[in-house]
């Protein structure tokens, strides 16, 4: 099985979601069924970086997991792009063999029967303010292939009122999947220096209007990434 | 019954732990058994501010409780001074009558029947820099308590490598129990803005660390609160 990567990275701590704090391998699947307009890891998405993109069997990415996580099992997040493309079955199935967990995040456009095989399912449709539009049929299909998973969650990304909006009505057809609302980050720049203030205020506004609108139902966490390590990647 | 409550205050979301993001109501007992050297909730916890404390009956925690989440169930989180002090059985009788969660954040020092009752139980044993010196058989004896609540966690605060070397070795002895590491916050006068850098540092130093060291149990999370709001109180 040859896959395409973008980047496998880490130990580090997962930063957003979920699994927020967890210690985490990341392996980065190159290519994306969308485009969104804010994007944070373009260079996983955009297929003029294709070059980039190692094709590696899915032995080689497993050892190169075990080589950063030193043998010691831990959480392997898969992420992208949108790793739904591709089959990652054969990695998790060698992976759980020797005891890692895995957790995959897609934005739920392309349903996967290894969905069944993961630890967590981070399902994160996308709001308005990325300029794609939702497949709901597709949507439900990924919840119907996560449904053997240990966990199935949704997360949103919430950059202005009309998402936040959106994201309420989400919830409102999906009242049984926990959820995780993240406020956007427009500072995506690897070059730049991270804003912290504007990142905390981001933040200090998502948890005002939700706490005023006294709608409980949804977590709200920041990317600690970025808090730590700005856009830089591979960290 | 009556209660000794230094401050009871939200919605706002959980700032650290198990339930970061999480909106939550906290109600901060008086009155502590301990005087950790960097505690941050002092107007909780030492005696001088005896006088600030409001006696309370049960019913109107309660009512407040009520009014502050207007009517809508959330987490309530018992936090302190230490609340095993006193008995909050009869307020998490009360809420969870009408669909309130609770949770409680405590060193450990005193066991209560009422952590039977809880859905989150977080204990939290001092590390060597609060001057403090834990008693194991009272730690023990609040697991054993708290063995009915829905979940029981341990988390640590880290202010420097005897702390970690610390933590590992507590984890080493509980191994089943969730471990949640957050780093030590030096800053905690709330008329100081806070360093947001020195923030991000900070647990840029506790995630390294213990990637280097490959160890890979705990979840590593921030004061979300501090970053918002910095050291003010009441949110």
């Known amino acids: 099985m040859t896959l395409r990567i973008a980047e496998i990275f880490g130990p580090t701590i997962q930063g957003e979601g979920v699994l927020i704090g967890e210690p985490t391998v ?15 890891s373009l260079h996983a998405v955009d297929s003029e970086n294709r070059h980039s993109w190692a094709a590696m069997q899915t032995e080689a990415v497993w050892e190169e997991v075990q080589r950063l ?49 993961l630890d967590t399912l981070v399902l994160s449709p996308k709001p308005p303010s990325s300029g794609e539009k ?21 997360k949103i990304v919430i950059f202005d009122q009309a998402d936040y ?9 999906h009242p049984d999947l926990p959820l995780y609302l993240q406020p956007g ?5 690897p070059t730049v220096p991270v804003d912290l203030q504007a990142l905390a205020d981001r933040l200090r506004w998502l948890t005002e209007k939700a706490m005023a609108d006294r709608w409980f139902a949804a977590r709200i966490l920041p990317q600690l990434h970025v808090l730590i390590w700005g856009n830089k990647r591979g960290v």
Chains 1, 2 share one sequence.
């Open 185 to 189: 980050n427009p500072e995506v720049d």
């Open 69 to 117: 996580s030193g043998g010691q099992p831990l959480t392997v997040s898969l992420s992208g792009g949108n790793p739904a493309i591709q089959d990652f079955g054969p990695l998790i199935g060698l992976g759980r063999a020797a005891g890692y967990r895995f957790a995959c995040e897609t934005q739920g456009s392309l349903a996967r029967p290894w969905f069944a095989a």
């Open 26 to 40: 990341f392996v980065r699947a190159g290519g994306c069924d969308y485009r969104c307009s804010w994007c944070d």
């Open 134 to 154: 939702v497949d709901w049929e597709a949507f439900d299909a990924c919840r119907q292939a996560g449904a053997g998973a240990r966990q199935q969650v949704m």
């Open 165 to 173: 909006d959106w994201a309420r009505e989400v919830h409102s057809r």
